[in-house]
């Protein structure tokens, strides 16, 4: 069974920062690409970034670019997405996904996805 566990979430103050993780189990992980995507209330489930399988190509976000980097060790079978320079607007549900090949920004063309942690930034 394919499963990805994002951990990380939290509240934090604005220009605070969090350390997303992505644990991933019953796929070769090193052979996928994997992104993040967010989701806050009310709105469309929005791309913040996406990573490929050595990660050598990477893209960010316009409205993260900067702040937030992806990483990937795939030894640990684990992702990661560094938040910094955090702001209210980043507040979501961020989402972890997966792919046998990198995906577009369109949420609907990634395969596998976790159940989602939050990300709260208090004014």
């Known amino acids: 069974q394919v499963q990805l566990a994002e951990s990380g979430g939290g509240v934090v103050q604005d220009g605070g920062s969090l350390r997303l993780s992505c644990a991933a189990s019953?796929?070769?992980?090193?052979?996928?690409?994997m992104g993040w995507f967010r989701q806050a209330p009310g709105k469309e489930r929005e791309f913040v970034a996406r990573?490929?399988?050595?990660?050598?190509?990477?893209t960010y976000a316009d409205s993260v670019k900067g702040r937030f980097t992806i990483s990937r060790d795939n030894a640990k079978n684990t992702g990661y997405l560094q938040m910094n320079s955090l702001k209210p607007e980043d507040t979501a549900v961020y989402y972890c996904?997966?792919?046998?090949?990198?995906?577009?920004?369109?949420?609907?063309?990634?395969?596998?996805w976790g159940q989602g942690t939050q990300v709260t930034v208090s004014i």
């Open positions: 996904v997966a792919a046998s090949g990198v995906r577009s920004m369109n949420p609907t063309s990634w395969d596998y």
């Open positions: 019953g796929l070769s992980f090193r052979l996928y690409a």
């Open positions: 990573i490929s399988r050595l990660s050598g190509d990477i």
